[in-house]
């Protein structure tokens, strides 16, 4: 076959890579072991620094052929190195010349600048999020670099709420370029080989990986689940300085129930069923599935590759955590992350409260009340209780528990109810039946409202005014993703409560002026703590993550909120520090990791005036101290 056939043919074969890996699933067939198509584009990508200016130096990545031997010859000039996301075109690139306008370079500012232009022209969050990820496609320096010129605007487009109408859009807007792995129920005994389709396996670090069964508020979206993980994994990068090939989205196709995902004419995923959680094959089948997988990542990546689960079902969740945390640095983002950050709010609104008579000085002061008692809600309150413990050491995990109450789909949870789920059943105290949040709130007078239900407008009028009528600050938080479920608005709260409410929600709210007072809404993101501990899990060489790394990560993040946004109503830093924020959380956490003796790296030797930050900030991608995009960075968030 002559090159000008193979070029011609190449984007086309590069599509149907994977349905080349599915049709010799069931095969003997060698091709298994020679190397997958993939290897046309894979080989090793260096980070080097490229100068354009005195002015902007930008951290770019340019690629390299590997030094490994292959089966087939890695294009590494031209053409094929263009269409590569991570390289730095050069019209005047011996290899490049005729296939780029040969004017003058522009520089990484420019290019942002131009691109938050385009953003700006279009008319929905959904064709702003389409064209990020057709720029990601191409140019990962450019996407990552408008991020981080603007955090506050940009990450809602690239992360929650528009993910969500990604998501649930996913099958259509879907480009035939490949996110990360997409594993099926099929790939059973083949794992390992489907995995080392993956071009960038020598760098993966970090994985976030989801079944789709439960996305944010939206249910099961089955494969267009996949949204998730590349929206989580641009945030390792973006505010984590994880590098792009670091991080590798996996979603595992095992059905979806939703019938009017599964029978859309353009969804990708396996139109069947999933294993119902009363299903004994069917969950052992699942089982299997997923211990062949751990067994497959340690064997590409190593014990200590950080994997993240998110957005699996309940049933599925608290098991595959309880299955791995031991055999993998993994943690759960719903069941953990969103509690660390949660955990991190409350701790911080304690230097609201504590001023006023009445409120709370500690958190064993407060009554906390659950609008929800999934993996968010149980997860959250598990980490609360176990603060309040270490805080108090004398205190039994009963007595420590005893002012935390959920509200489920069948009223509060109480100590007479049979068939409780395991996880609930720490927070099964002994109290007369309610079968509504509105009656328990008047039952329980808490102080601390915690929306995590995903049922838009539960926090109704009469709830927040008898929480404000009983509370000097009540802490209302209305956390359900995206914003379309959430409990409540920013505006409701305050006004419902006469401006005395400490608010925060899942996705951004925008400020509010009640009777002359300026209120900006907090927003409980997740993208406070999973990117720094993360970097933290990275730096260390992590091998265990668990509840007591949350609690560090979620501590450090209290002590990140100024006085200025406490005295508008926020217990989070500003988001357009975010960055910052993951340098200290992942300072935080390794010195954690090291201090428990659970870190495969020997803790760095500081001399002088040297800082942990210090060595964290110059192992992160995208090094902001030295780009012209920290600038406007600065310029715009000042």
């Known amino acids: 076959m002559s090159p000008t056939t193979v070029l011609f043919f190449f984007p086309f074969l590069l599509s149907l890579s994977s349905t080349i890996t599915s049709a010799f699933l069931f095969s003997q067939n060698p091709i298994f072991k020679t190397p997958p198509l993939f290897s046309l584009i894979k080989d090793n990508y260096n980070i080097e620094p490229l100068c354009v200016g005195e002015e902007d130096c930008e951290t770019i990545l340019l690629a390299h052929q590997g030094s490994g031997e292959s089966a087939y010859p890695t294009p590494e000039q031209g053409y094929f190195r263009m269409k590569s996301p991570h390289t730095a075109n050069d019209a005047n690139a011996s290899d490049q010349i005729g296939l780029l306008p040969r004017g003058p370079r522009l520089s990484m500012r420019q290019k942002v600048t131009n691109l938050i232009e385009r953003l700006d022209d279009l008319q929905t969050d959904l064709q702003r999020y389409a064209l990020l990820h057709g720029i990601l496609e191409t140019d990962a320096t450019l996407y990552f ?13 690239v992360y929650t709420p528009t993910v969500g109408a990604a998501c649930i859009n996913l099958s259509k807007i879907h480009t035939n370029q490949p996110k990360g792995i997409y594993l099926s129920k099929y ?9 080392k389709n993956w071009p960038f396996n020598a760098k993966v670090k970090v994985i976030c990986v989801t079944d789709g069964e439960r996305i944010l508020g939206l249910g099961d979206l089955g494969c267009n689940g996949m ?30 129930n939703v019938a009017k995902v599964r029978d859309d004419e353009m969804y990708m995923g396996l139109r069947e069923s999933r294993p119902a959680p009363d299903d004994v094959e069917g969950v052992a089948e699942y089982d299997a599935f997923m211990v062949e997988f751990f067994e497959a ?19 599925n969740a608290f098991r595959f955590l309880e299955m791995f945390q031991d055999k993998q640095t993994c943690f759960n983002d719903d069941i953990q992350g969103t509690a660390s950050v949660v955990l991190g709010g409350l701790i911080a609104s304690l230097r609201i409260t504590e001023t006023v008579d009445g409120g709370a000085k500690t958190l064993a002061d407060h009554q906390f009340l659950f609008l929800g008692a999934g993996e968010a809600g149980c997860g959250i309150a598990t980490l609360i209780g176990e603060a309040i413990m270490q805080e108090n050491p004398q205190m039994s995990q009963k007595e420590a528990f005893k002012n935390i109450w959920l509200v489920d789909s069948k009223g509060l949870v109480t100590s007479d109810r049979t068939n409780l789920a395991d996880h609930k059943q720490p927070f099964a105290h002994d109290s007369p039946a309610c079968t509504n949040l509105l009656n328990a709130v008047k039952l329980l007078n808490p102080s601390a409202l915690i929306g995590v239900s995903g049922q838009p407008a539960t926090f109704t009028a009469q709830i927040v005014q008898h929480m404000a009528a009983t509370n000097p600050r009540p802490i209302i ?20 409560s006469d401006g005395s409410a400490i608010f925060a929600s899942g996705s951004p709210f925008p400020a509010v002026e009640y009777q002359g007072q300026m209120f900006t809404p907090a927003q409980g993101n997740n993208a406070y703590v999973f990117p720094g501990i993360g970097l933290g899990s990275v730096f260390s060489g992590a091998t265990r993550i668990d509840s007591s790394d949350m609690i560090v990560a979620a501590r450090c993040l209290a002590t990140l909120v100024p006085q200025r946004n406490l005295d508008l109503g926020a217990c989070y830093p500003d988001l357009k520090n975010a960055r910052e924020v993951s340098v200290r959380i992942a300072a935080a956490v390794a010195n954690w990791q090291w201090q428990r003796g659970t870190a495969l790296k020997p803790k760095p030797e500081l001399t002088g005036e040297e800082k942990l930050e210090d060595l964290i900030r110059d192992s992160m991608w995208f090094d902001l101290r030295k780009s012209s995009i920290g600038k406007m960075h600065q310029e715009t968030n000042h």
């Open 145 to 157: 670099a408008t991020i981080l010129s603007n955090v506050p605007k940009i990450l809602p487009l």
């Open 187 to 195: 790939d059973k005994g083949n794992i390992v080989n489907v995995m």
């Open 227 to 256: 949204g998730i993980p590349v929206g989580k994994l641009a945030l390792y990068t973006a505010i984590g300085g994880i590098e792009p090939e670091g991080t590798l989205p996996i979603h595992i196709d095992f059905g979806c």
């Open 297 to 315: 990542i340690a064997e590409i990546y190593g014990r200590d590759c950080l994997v993240q689960f998110e957005d699996f079902g309940n049933s």
């Open 477 to 496: 938080f209305s956390l359900s993703n995206p914003t379309s479920q959430s409990e409540c608005t920013a505006e409701q709260a305050y006004t419902w």
